[in-house]
Protein backbone atom coordinates (compact mmCIF):
# COMPACT_ATOMS: atom_id res chain seq x y z
CA UNK A 1 0.00 0.00 0.00
CA UNK A 2 1.16 3.84 -0.84
CA UNK A 3 2.30 5.44 2.28
CA UNK A 4 -0.23 8.79 2.28
CA UNK A 5 1.66 12.02 2.76
CA UNK A 6 0.60 13.55 6.02
CA UNK A 7 0.68 17.61 5.37
CA UNK A 8 0.30 19.87 8.32
CA UNK A 9 0.10 23.84 8.65
CA UNK A 10 -0.75 26.77 11.00
CA UNK A 11 -3.07 29.53 10.46
CA UNK A 12 -3.99 31.50 13.55
CA UNK A 13 -5.56 35.35 13.35
CA UNK A 14 -6.70 37.01 10.07
CA UNK A 15 -2.91 37.74 8.51
CA UNK A 16 -3.56 34.95 5.52
CA UNK A 17 -6.93 33.77 4.30
CA UNK A 18 -8.49 30.67 3.44
CA UNK A 19 -6.87 31.03 0.13
CA UNK A 20 -3.63 30.68 1.14
CA UNK A 21 -4.68 27.25 2.98
CA UNK A 22 -6.61 26.01 -0.14
CA UNK A 23 -3.44 27.19 -2.70
CA UNK A 24 -1.02 25.31 -0.59
CA UNK A 25 -3.61 22.51 -0.35
CA UNK A 26 -3.29 22.20 -4.14
CA UNK A 27 0.06 22.73 -4.62
CA UNK A 28 1.04 20.20 -2.50
CA UNK A 29 -1.48 17.24 -3.89
CA UNK A 30 -0.30 18.38 -7.32
CA UNK A 31 3.24 18.13 -6.90
CA UNK A 32 3.09 14.37 -4.59
CA UNK A 33 3.20 11.03 -6.66
CA UNK A 34 1.36 9.95 -3.53
CA UNK A 35 -2.10 10.01 -1.86
CA UNK A 36 -2.06 12.92 0.92
CA UNK A 37 -3.52 13.99 3.97
CA UNK A 38 -3.69 17.84 4.77
CA UNK A 39 -4.33 19.02 8.35
CA UNK A 40 -4.63 22.89 9.26
CA UNK A 41 -4.51 23.68 12.99
CA UNK A 42 -6.59 26.66 12.65
CA UNK A 43 -9.05 28.89 14.55
CA UNK A 44 -11.05 29.99 11.60
CA UNK A 45 -12.00 27.40 9.71
CA UNK A 46 -14.47 29.14 7.43
CA UNK A 47 -13.77 29.26 3.62
CA UNK A 48 -11.15 26.05 3.78
CA UNK A 49 -11.59 23.36 1.07
CA UNK A 50 -13.84 20.77 2.39
CA UNK A 51 -10.73 17.76 1.71
CA UNK A 52 -9.11 19.83 4.09
CA UNK A 53 -8.40 17.95 7.86
CA UNK A 54 -9.22 20.69 10.73
CA UNK A 55 -7.51 20.76 13.65
CA UNK A 56 -8.76 22.94 16.83
CA UNK A 57 -5.92 25.24 17.65
CA UNK A 58 -5.10 25.11 21.38
CA UNK A 59 -4.92 27.42 24.19
CA UNK A 60 -1.29 25.87 25.28
CA UNK A 61 -1.27 25.50 29.21
CA UNK A 62 2.38 26.72 29.39
CA UNK A 63 1.00 29.69 26.96
CA UNK A 64 1.16 32.41 29.72
CA UNK A 65 4.81 31.93 30.74
CA UNK A 66 5.54 31.40 26.96
CA UNK A 67 3.97 34.67 25.81
CA UNK A 68 5.88 36.57 28.49
CA UNK A 69 9.19 35.10 27.26
CA UNK A 70 8.10 35.98 23.46
CA UNK A 71 7.29 40.02 25.24
CA UNK A 72 10.58 39.91 26.38
CA UNK A 73 12.00 38.57 22.82
CA UNK A 74 9.53 41.20 20.92
CA UNK A 75 8.13 38.16 19.34
CA UNK A 76 4.50 37.58 20.15
CA UNK A 77 3.31 34.50 18.88
CA UNK A 78 6.14 33.06 16.98
CA UNK A 79 6.10 30.14 18.79
CA UNK A 80 2.98 29.46 17.90
CA UNK A 81 3.71 26.22 15.72
CA UNK A 82 4.76 24.27 18.41
CA UNK A 83 1.37 23.08 19.13
CA UNK A 84 1.69 20.75 15.89
CA UNK A 85 4.29 18.85 17.39
CA UNK A 86 2.48 17.69 20.19
CA UNK A 87 2.80 14.01 21.03
CA UNK A 88 -1.06 12.55 20.33
CA UNK A 89 -2.07 15.27 18.66
CA UNK A 90 -3.44 13.16 15.72
CA UNK A 91 -4.52 9.67 17.48
CA UNK A 92 -4.53 7.68 13.97
CA UNK A 93 -1.54 9.73 12.44
CA UNK A 94 1.30 7.49 11.19
CA UNK A 95 4.62 8.16 9.77
CA UNK A 96 6.71 11.83 9.22
CA UNK A 97 4.90 14.79 8.70
CA UNK A 98 5.77 17.43 6.32
CA UNK A 99 4.86 21.37 7.46
CA UNK A 100 4.39 24.52 5.66
CA UNK A 101 4.49 28.37 6.83
CA UNK A 102 1.16 29.69 4.79
CA UNK A 103 3.66 32.45 2.62
CA UNK A 104 5.07 29.86 0.37
CA UNK A 105 4.35 28.66 -2.92
CA UNK A 106 4.85 24.88 -4.38
CA UNK A 107 6.26 24.74 -7.69
CA UNK A 108 7.91 21.46 -8.15
CA UNK A 109 7.79 17.95 -6.83
CA UNK A 110 7.84 17.71 -3.22
CA UNK A 111 8.57 13.52 -2.25
CA UNK A 112 12.24 13.91 -2.30
CA UNK A 113 11.64 16.21 0.58
CA UNK A 114 9.42 14.30 2.65
CA UNK A 115 11.32 11.32 2.50
CA UNK A 116 14.84 12.87 2.69
CA UNK A 117 16.96 11.05 5.85
CA UNK A 118 14.22 9.65 7.60
CA UNK A 119 14.40 9.76 11.61
CA UNK A 120 15.72 13.62 11.48
CA UNK A 121 14.21 16.89 11.52
CA UNK A 122 14.46 18.60 7.91
CA UNK A 123 14.78 21.99 7.25
CA UNK A 124 16.46 24.58 4.95
CA UNK A 125 19.66 26.36 6.61
CA UNK A 126 18.11 29.56 7.35
CA UNK A 127 19.72 32.02 4.62
CA UNK A 128 20.43 34.98 6.74
CA UNK A 129 21.75 32.46 9.64
CA UNK A 130 23.54 30.44 6.67
CA UNK A 131 25.38 33.76 5.78
CA UNK A 132 26.62 34.14 9.27
CA UNK A 133 28.29 30.86 9.82
CA UNK A 134 25.23 29.85 12.32
CA UNK A 135 23.56 26.62 11.96
CA UNK A 136 19.85 27.23 12.45
CA UNK A 137 17.17 25.79 10.23
CA UNK A 138 14.66 28.38 8.27
CA UNK A 139 10.56 27.49 9.53
CA UNK A 140 9.20 27.60 6.29
CA UNK A 141 9.04 24.04 5.25
CA UNK A 142 9.77 21.47 8.59
CA UNK A 143 9.66 17.72 8.42
CA UNK A 144 9.33 15.61 11.98
CA UNK A 145 7.56 12.46 12.58
CA UNK A 146 5.51 12.75 16.18
CA UNK A 147 6.43 9.10 17.08
CA UNK A 148 10.43 10.26 17.18
CA UNK A 149 10.21 13.83 18.13
CA UNK A 150 7.92 14.42 20.96
CA UNK A 151 10.42 16.46 22.67
CA UNK A 152 9.92 19.52 20.61
CA UNK A 153 6.73 20.09 21.98
CA UNK A 154 7.77 18.61 25.30
CA UNK A 155 10.61 20.22 26.53
CA UNK A 156 8.69 24.36 25.76
CA UNK A 157 5.75 22.16 27.87
CA UNK A 158 7.89 21.73 31.08
CA UNK A 159 10.03 24.70 31.19
CA UNK A 160 8.84 27.33 28.78
CA UNK A 161 10.25 31.29 29.79
CA UNK A 162 13.84 28.99 29.52
CA UNK A 163 13.64 27.16 26.04
CA UNK A 164 11.90 30.82 24.65
CA UNK A 165 14.86 32.27 26.43
CA UNK A 166 17.43 30.38 25.24
CA UNK A 167 15.92 30.54 21.76
CA UNK A 168 15.89 34.04 21.83
CA UNK A 169 12.11 33.68 20.80
CA UNK A 170 13.01 32.24 17.68
CA UNK A 171 10.77 28.75 16.85
CA UNK A 172 13.35 27.94 14.19
CA UNK A 173 15.96 28.48 16.22
CA UNK A 174 14.45 26.57 18.60
CA UNK A 175 13.25 23.53 16.52
CA UNK A 176 15.94 22.98 14.80
CA UNK A 177 19.12 23.21 17.57
CA UNK A 178 16.46 21.18 19.80
CA UNK A 179 17.10 18.29 17.14
CA UNK A 180 20.87 19.25 16.76
CA UNK A 181 21.86 18.56 19.56
CA UNK A 182 20.11 15.00 19.77
CA UNK A 183 22.13 14.72 16.28
CA UNK A 184 18.57 14.24 14.67
CA UNK A 185 18.60 17.19 12.39
CA UNK A 186 19.35 17.44 8.32
CA UNK A 187 18.95 20.23 6.34
CA UNK A 188 17.05 19.95 2.89
CA UNK A 189 19.08 20.90 0.20
CA UNK A 190 19.27 24.75 -0.68
CA UNK A 191 18.40 24.40 -4.23
CA UNK A 192 15.01 22.91 -3.30
CA UNK A 193 13.47 25.59 -1.19
CA UNK A 194 14.25 28.85 -1.74
CA UNK A 195 13.55 32.54 -0.98
CA UNK A 196 12.04 34.94 -3.68
CA UNK A 197 13.96 37.89 -2.22
CA UNK A 198 17.68 36.19 -2.25
CA UNK A 199 17.37 33.50 -5.16
CA UNK A 200 14.37 34.66 -7.43
CA UNK A 201 14.66 38.20 -7.65
CA UNK A 202 17.75 39.70 -5.82
CA UNK A 203 19.19 43.22 -5.38
CA UNK A 204 20.22 44.84 -7.70
CA UNK A 205 19.29 42.23 -10.84
CA UNK A 206 16.00 42.73 -9.80
CA UNK A 207 15.71 46.35 -11.55
CA UNK A 208 17.17 44.55 -15.07
CA UNK A 209 14.61 41.47 -14.91
CA UNK A 210 11.43 39.64 -13.96
CA UNK A 211 11.79 37.34 -10.88
CA UNK A 212 13.07 33.90 -12.08
CA UNK A 213 11.99 30.75 -10.83
CA UNK A 214 15.59 27.91 -10.30
CA UNK A 215 15.35 25.30 -11.82
CA UNK A 216 15.17 22.65 -9.02
CA UNK A 217 12.38 24.81 -6.99
CA UNK A 218 10.17 22.61 -5.22
CA UNK A 219 9.17 25.22 -2.64
CA UNK A 220 9.87 29.28 -2.72
CA UNK A 221 9.11 31.22 0.39
CA UNK A 222 8.18 34.36 0.68
CA UNK A 223 9.51 35.29 4.26
CA UNK A 224 9.54 39.11 4.99
CA UNK A 225 8.10 41.37 1.57
CA UNK A 226 6.49 40.94 -0.90
CA UNK A 227 4.49 38.33 -0.05
CA UNK A 228 2.83 36.28 -3.43
CA UNK A 229 -0.06 39.28 -3.83
CA UNK A 230 2.79 41.90 -3.74
CA UNK A 231 4.97 40.12 -6.19
CA UNK A 232 2.15 38.58 -8.62
CA UNK A 233 1.21 42.47 -8.93
CA UNK A 234 5.03 44.22 -9.03
CA UNK A 235 6.37 45.53 -5.63
CA UNK A 236 7.58 48.83 -5.08
CA UNK A 237 7.90 49.14 -1.75
CA UNK A 238 11.10 49.01 -0.80
CA UNK A 239 14.56 50.00 -3.49
CA UNK A 240 16.06 46.59 -2.46
CA UNK A 241 13.22 44.65 -2.58
CA UNK A 242 11.64 46.11 -5.85
CA UNK A 243 9.74 43.27 -8.11
CA UNK A 244 8.23 43.47 -11.63
CA UNK A 245 5.23 41.19 -11.90
CA UNK A 246 5.74 37.87 -11.84
CA UNK A 247 3.63 35.56 -14.12
CA UNK A 248 5.32 31.90 -13.26
CA UNK A 249 4.42 33.12 -9.77
CA UNK A 250 0.65 33.42 -10.65
CA UNK A 251 0.77 30.41 -12.64
CA UNK A 252 1.89 28.42 -9.58
CA UNK A 253 0.33 29.84 -6.80
CA UNK A 254 -3.04 31.27 -8.61
CA UNK A 255 -3.87 29.47 -11.79
CA UNK A 256 -3.22 25.84 -11.34
CA UNK A 257 -4.93 25.87 -7.98
CA UNK A 258 -7.90 27.37 -9.28
CA UNK A 259 -7.78 25.10 -12.28
CA UNK A 260 -7.40 22.08 -9.68
CA UNK A 261 -10.24 23.21 -7.00
CA UNK A 262 -12.38 25.77 -9.17
CA UNK A 263 -12.70 29.64 -8.47
CA UNK A 264 -14.90 29.19 -5.45
CA UNK A 265 -12.00 27.30 -3.66
CA UNK A 266 -8.81 29.23 -4.88
Known amino acids: MTQVANIMCIKWGTLFGPEYVNRLYSGVRRNMAR ?8 EHAEGLHPDIEVLNLPVEPFAEPMNAAL ?10 KVSLFKPGLVPDLQGPVLGFDLDVVITGPLDDIHD ?17 GRPTGHGSVFRFDPALHGYLYDDLA ?15 RYTSHKAMARDQFTYIPPEWVVSYKYDCNPFPTNYLRPARLPFEARVVCFHGRPKMPEAVAGYTGSFIRYSRPCDWLEEHWTRRARADLGADWA
Open 35 to 42: PVRFMCMT
Open 71 to 80: AVANRQGAMR
Open 116 to 132: LAPGTVAMRHDWTEKRK
Open 158 to 172: ANPYAEVEEARGSEQ
